[in-house]
Nanobody
Framework: QVQLVESGGGLVQAGDSLRLSCAASGRTFSLYAMAWFRQAPGKEREFVAVINRSSRTNYADSVKGRFTIDRDNAKNVVYLQMNSLKPEDTAVYYC??????????????????WGQGTQVTVSS
């Protein structure tokens, strides 16, 4: 059974940083792409970042230059370092596990397994 557990969310001020973590279990972590999505109140879930098994990455335009995704295959953890946070980054952030290979999908339907989410709130 695949499980994804996010942590690291919280309440911060604009300009602050946060580091989210997603601990994965139940599949060979290193083989699969891992992604972060987010969903703000009243909005659809949107892509944030993805890292494939080769550690290639892709980011949403809205977070490029501010967020960094990386992975530690030895610990089965994927991280999202978020710098220069803005109020519009406020959302529930979800970790997702995708297909094997070198894909860098940015659409949620490509991801089968999801975590429960962690709340990030950025005050102005």
């Amino acid at each position: 059974q695949v499980q994804l557990v996010e942590s690291g969310g919280g309440l911060v001020q604009a300009g602050d940083s946060l580091r989210l973590s997603c601990a994965a279990s139940g599949r060979t972590f290193s083989l699969y792409a891992m992604a972060w999505f987010r969903q703000a109140p009243g909005k659809e879930r949107e892509f944030v970042a993805v890292i494939n098994r080769s550690s290639r990455t892709n980011y949403a335009d809205s977070v490029k230059g501010r967020f960094t995704i990386d992975r530690d295959n030895a610990k089965n953890v994927v991280y999202l370092q978020m710098n220069s946070l803005k109020p519009e980054d406020t959302a529930v952030y979800y970790c997702a596990s995708g297909g094997a290979g070198d894909n860098l999908y940015s659409t949620s339907r490509r991801y089968v397994y999801w975590g429960q989410g962690t709340q990030v709130t950025v005050s102005s």
